[in-house]
């Protein structure tokens, strides 16, 4: 009776044992993943200015759209306030480098392109007021394809270009900036 107490209370310890074994060697490994209590943004930013975007495009009102597109994604996406210049911690500027347009898969009879593709390309930069830090991303591309027999247009393209292209730079003003 006491031989198997004794062997009962051996298999205890070691129960106990490898389970704070198995947690430390989970909290190591997860603080060595780069896992964090806080969340994906910069906690000394809390404002962000976005000036309107330059364009060396030769279409009209993508600047201002994408512009906008950026704003109400900073407002919905992120816990950064877009604010007055004055008031701003940081300031978000880029320029829309070009539209390109190319044409997939032409039909035999009309030889009209069944399929089009609508590509922009920006560069962002955005900038820490206080120290003055200017971050410098590389160039953004970014597609979208539309079908203008089932009655897509270029501007239906352009639309969704810029959406995705907004979120994709918001996405970026994680903390590692």
């Not at 910069?42 to 030769?58: G, L, N």
């Amino acid at each position: 009776m006491n031989m198997l107490r004794a062997n009962t209370v051996t298999k205890l310890r070691s129960a106990r044992c490898a389970a704070v074994l198995v947690a430390i060697l989970l909290t190591g490994g997860c603080i060595g993943c780069g896992y964090s209590a806080g969340g994906p943004y910069r906690p000394d930013m809390k404002t962000v200015y976005v000036e309107m975007f330059d364009s060396k495009e030769f279409r009209r009102d993508i600047e201002f759209k994408l512009t906008e597109a950026i704003k109400k994604r900073i407002a919905t996406d992120t816990p950064y306030r877009v604010v007055a210049k004055e008031k701003a911690d940081t300031i978000l500027k880029g320029e829309v480098l070009e539209e390109r347009q190319a044409a997939f898969a032409p039909d035999f009879r009309s030889r009209q392109p069944r399929e089009k593709q609508l590509t922009l390309a920006v560069r962002v930069e955005w900038q820490n007021v206080r120290t003055g830090e200017l971050v410098e991303k590389p160039v953004i591309l970014q597609a979208a394809d539309y079908l203008p027999p089932t009655g897509e247009t270029e501007a239906f393209a352009q639309e969704r270009a810029i959406d995705r292209l907004a979120q994709r730079i918001v996405a970026q003003l994680y903390d590692d900036w």
